[in-house]
């Protein structure tokens, strides 16, 4: 590696000295034996050549797998060194999600709960009831049902490394009662605060036919993003062979970087995804025309795939309501929703004014086959040697959160959340 770094100095030497390799004029200088410089010489640790060497893998993300040492990178590829990327995935088994849904499921109620109204508990109780009973959801109750399944099962056509990844499927409700008769009741899971099923398990040892997929086009589903797999940096074949082999060996490491999905309340995605603030909608325009009314709970399920009768109080539903009908054009925007969005000059939270947004975020224009993205860093931390690209909304997001001071902690919030960069 110092002979690789002595190609970044500077060649101040001049005459015969000018030829010379930088590592050797250095231990010329420092009076090291001409036998010993010429052996080196003539060794393959002078060597740089490319397919010599096995390779560094990297992680860029913060945690004891860091790579403390990453700003060597940019000699290593000058050295023809193969560089490997572990950029952090979503656990391969969708039974680990699952488990991890069950881990945070009470954390997430107690916070719920502190919000709930008196009748909104009433409400969820008597829902809680019915439920115990096993019985299958009608289409009136408009209660949703999801199956657990993998991407595998999804599309047969995806690359390997996502065939396991977890994938939660709406399932329409002209296929419910079919579906409903496969799985015993233990691997049926109501949450009474959305009004969802959760189907996951193995089926009765008796299962009916597979269930016809076209079905499930019965109300729309946004899958959650997967990342793609990291593609090898060098063509040649000794490379790409040595990186299949490295990645084969890295998961069966027991601390290997691994990201469970993270659970962020409705308010925060819509604080920090959209912009959305919370605040007191006037009263007086509480109309039935509306903006704030103008998509009622079942049209906001069907735009970002929430449960239709969640309470008011775990998310903002005449924000989300006023939102989406500004932003499709439906109604301009009145005073009262500026000053409730962040992107509106009439908001006390207006990212236009430096106070707003994270003081130490650098977000560069970048444009990539005609592809407009943005490059971010931190003031506190030096240049990295490779950029982190992202989206507009994404970028608006990280303006948001103040508490992100680092590309690695940028890495990880992105990544436990499922967001593309």
């Known amino acids: 590696?110092?002979?690789?770094?002595?190609?970044?100095?500077?060649?101040?030497?001049?005459?015969?000295?000018?030829?010379?390799?930088?590592?050797?004029?250095?231990?010329?200088?420092?009076?090291?034996?001409?036998?010993?410089?010429?052996?080196?010489?003539?060794?393959?640790?002078?060597?740089?050549?490319?397919?010599?060497?096995?390779?560094?893998?990297?992680?860029?993300?913060?945690?004891?797998?860091?790579?403390?040492?990453?700003?060597h990178v940019p000699c290593m590829i000058k050295a023809n060194l193969p560089v490997y990327i572990y950029w952090p995935t979503y656990s391969d088994d969708y039974a680990v999600v699952w488990d991890k849904i069950v881990a945070?499921?009470?954390?997430?109620?107690?916070a719920l709960e502190k919000k709930e109204t008196t009748d909104a508990r009433k409400r969820c109780l008597a829902r809680q009831a019915e439920a115990a009973k096993y019985k299958r959801p009608m289409r009136s109750s408009h209660t949703p049902v999801f199956l657990w399944v993998t991407v595998g099962d999804i599309d047969p056509t995806v690359h390997y490394t996502l065939f396991s990844r977890p994938y939660r499927l709406l399932v329409g409700h002209s296929c419910?009662?079919?579906?409903?008769?496969?799985y015993p009741d233990e691997a049926k899971y109501y949450d009474p605060w959305r009004n969802e099923w959760d189907i996951h398990?193995?089926?009765?040892?008796?299962?009916?036919?597979?269930?016809?997929?076209?079905?499930?086009?019965?109300?729309?589903?946004?899958?959650?993003?997967v990342p793609l797999p990291p593609v090898a940096p060098h063509s040649d074949s000794f490379t790409y062979d040595l990186s299949h082999e490295l990645r084969a060996f890295y998961p069966q490491v027991s601390d290997a970087v691994s990201f469970s999905p993270s659970f962020d309340s409705n308010i925060d995605i819509f604080r920090y995804r959209y912009g959305l603030l919370l605040g007191e909608v006037p009263v007086a325009e509480l109309s039935p025309n509306s903006i704030w009314l103008e998509f009622?709970?079942?049209?906001?399920?069907?735009?970002?795939?929430?449960?239709?009768?969640?309470?008011?109080?775990?998310?903002?539903?005449?924000?989300?309501?006023?939102?989406?009908?500004?932003?499709?054009?439906?109604?301009p925007a009145p005073n009262s929703f500026q000053q409730l969005r962040d992107l509106d000059a009439m908001s006390p939270a207006y990212l236009g004014v430096a106070l707003n947004m994270s003081p130490?975020?650098?977000?560069?224009?970048?444009?990539?086959?005609?592809?407009?993205?943005y490059a971010i860093h931190y003031k506190d931390e030096s240049l990295c040697w490779f950029n982190l690209l992202i989206g507009a909304t994404t970028a608006l997001e990280l303006c948001r959160c103040l508490a992100l001071r680092a590309q690695g902690d940028v890495i990880d919030h992105l990544a436990s959340r499922g967001i593309a960069f």
């Open 1 to 71: 590696m110092a002979i690789a770094l002595s190609n970044f100095l500077p060649n101040t030497s001049q005459g015969s000295l000018a030829s010379v390799p930088p590592w050797q004029r250095i231990l010329m200088q420092a009076g090291a034996n001409s036998t010993w410089i010429d052996k080196l010489n003539q060794s393959l640790i002078s060597d740089l050549s490319p397919g010599l060497r096995v390779g560094a893998f990297i992680c860029p993300t913060r945690g004891d797998m860091f790579t403390q040492w990453i700003n």
């Open 360 to 373: 130490t975020l650098k977000i560069t224009e970048w444009e990539i086959n005609d592809l407009l993205c």
């Open 104 to 110: 945070e499921f009470p954390c997430l109620l107690k």
């Open 296 to 331: 009622q709970p079942e049209l906001i399920w069907k735009h970002f795939s929430f449960g239709s009768n969640r309470p008011i109080v775990d998310y903002p539903q005449y924000m989300v309501s006023a939102f989406l009908t500004v932003m499709l054009e439906n109604a």
């Open 201 to 225: 398990g193995e089926q009765n040892d008796n299962p009916l036919d597979a269930i016809d997929e076209d079905k499930y086009a019965d109300l729309p589903h946004i899958p959650p993003h």
């Open 176 to 182: 419910t009662a079919e579906l409903w008769e496969q």
